[in-house]
């Protein structure tokens, strides 16, 4: 179970696991489909090259074709110029890679039940959070400020709705630690989540994404 630990870094009690995510690892196939995804999504597709035919110049033949002792060429806008075209290069092109809303969500559940199976995640209870300097967090995540530059790599996770508060605050003071990263339940992915060796959330964050991502029960099927 993870524990629950306070502003101070004092362990309060220990959380039960949510359903969602208390089924352990597997789906290793959905959860790769999902980085895929989100990483090809963030390619601009931008990348372009100019073919022969689209290379300013290059319309006089650079020597006749024959009597020169030279092998014959027609443009010097040939592949094999310089400052000739590209063969095959770079086209714009979408790199949006499509996935269904509940292969998406079987991989969020995969990863965080990975990471809580490997007992990385800890729970910050946000009662009494009076957090305000780098150092105050660095503390509570590692122990010092001078441990925080060598230790494992740690994602925030705050809900949304803490944004004003307790976010606001969170993604201030952890700005400034190269091995914290901050973020909200919104914009949380599959990615982060493995990226990450251990993964810190508010109560808040962990209801809202037990809540998001609770296993409905089947219909029943009609007699």
């Not at 092998?71 to 040939?78: I, K, L, N």
């Not at 292969?103 to 729970?123: G, Y």
């Not at 700005?175 to 808040?204: C, E, F, M, P, Q």
């Amino acid at each position: 179970m993870p524990s629950v630990i306070d502003p101070k870094g004092a362990s309060v009690r220990d959380a039960e696991i949510p359903a969602a995510f208390a089924a352990g690892g597997g789906k290793t196939n959905a959860m790769f489909r999902a980085v895929f995804r989100e990483l090809s999504n963030r390619r601009a597709g931008t990348a372009s090259t100019l073919r022969r035919d689209e290379v300013r110049g290059g319309g006089r033949k650079p020597w006749k074709q024959k009597g020169t002792g030279r092998a014959r060429q027609g443009s010097t806008r040939s592949p094999q110029w310089r400052h000739g075209g590209v063969v095959f290069g770079p086209k714009p092109r979408s790199y949006i890679v499509s996935l269904n809303k509940k292969e998406r969500k079987a991989a969020f559940r995969a990863a965080l039940s990975d990471r809580f199976a490997s007992e990385s995640v800890t729970i910050l209870s946000t009662e009494g959070f009076d957090l305000t300097k780098t150092r105050d967090l660095a503390g509570l995540l590692f122990g010092s400020p001078k441990a925080a530059k060598t230790g494992a790599r740690t994602l925030v996770v705050y809900a949304q709705g803490e944004h004003e508060a307790v976010g606001a605050t969170l993604a201030r003071i952890g700005a400034n630690l190269s091995r914290v990263g901050v973020t909200h339940t919104g914009a949380l992915d599959v990615k982060d989540v493995l990226g990450y060796a251990r993964i810190v959330l508010t109560t808040s964050a962990l209801d809202e994404l037990a809540t998001t991502f609770a296993v409905r029960p089947k219909k029943e099927a009609a007699a």
